[in-house]
DNA sequence: GTGCATTCCAAAGACATTCTAGGTATCATC
DNA sequence: GATGATACCTAGAATGTCTTTGGAATGCAC
């Protein structure tokens, strides 16, 4: 895909962010592997936010491991072989209080940033 | 000193955020020390955030070695010997560039948390 | 003037997460 | 059957933060 190497400006900033982006493309799009989960991210976020795969995977791997998402071997309509994941009751719990702790960072955040208005 | 430990919840989505929180006290108040520097983030986020000494003074070298900010040892209206830091010009388009990349961050972020809207 | 909390700085180690860079395999197209 | 996009995976290095630990100066209580 010509991955172009303009070098990944988010990095650091995306530093936590990254379950709460993989749960909540899950929990917006269903069922979806693992790539897919890459390119949604991209895509949604106009180009903005770019998920490696070097950081992808292990992601997944660790999310399974704390049985926030499912996996199941499976074909796509192409018949092609993948890892495709939903979101487990747990899972669906974790983006939640992952979200609500993004809101409060940002808000914090936003404290510093602007003169406390009110 | 009973700094109650609740375990920092906040560690990883802090990634990458630490200089432009730092810059942005440094601009906001003029002339700071380290410590009043975590003690204003605190006060200010409302105890949401917490800068950790063991994270800030490598922060401040950081900064310090890319010319960011600027130090210099002095006493305080305690007569207590403090290191002063303030920002340097080009700590000021650094802070500018840091606020921008961080808003762009969130509004990215923000269209995988919600439907997209219009 | 001793003891204690607070202020202030700093180094060393552990730890988590990401990135880089590599690898494998499938499928379609030419 | 080569090429390119798709799809998955892992090892290793880099990065940045936290924890821990320490030291030193100040102010207060007794």
């Known amino acids: 895909m010509s991955r172009d190497k303009k070098t990944n400006e988010n990095n650091a900033l995306l530093q936590g962010t990254l379950d709460l982006l993989v749960l909540k493309s899950l929990s ?18 106009r180009e903005a936010l770019r998920v ?10 660790r999310l399974e491991l704390e049985d926030l998402i499912l996996s199941e071997w ?3 309509a192409s018949g092609r072989r993948a890892k495709y994941y939903r979101l487990s009751p747990r899972g669906r719990k974790r983006l939640e ?3 609500s702790r993004w809101r409060r960072m940002v808000e914090a955040i936003g404290l510093v940033l602007e003169p406390a208005e009110g």
Do not use: T, W
């Not at 490696?52 to 791997?61: F, I, K, N, Q, R």
């Open 28 to 45: 917006r799009n269903g069922v979806m592997h693992g790539y897919g989960i890459a390119r949604f991210i991209q895509q949604i976020s």
């Open 52 to 61: 490696e795969e070097g950081s992808l995977y292990p992601a997944l791997h």
């Open 74 to 76: 499976g074909h796509g």
């Open 97 to 99: 209080a992952e979200e």
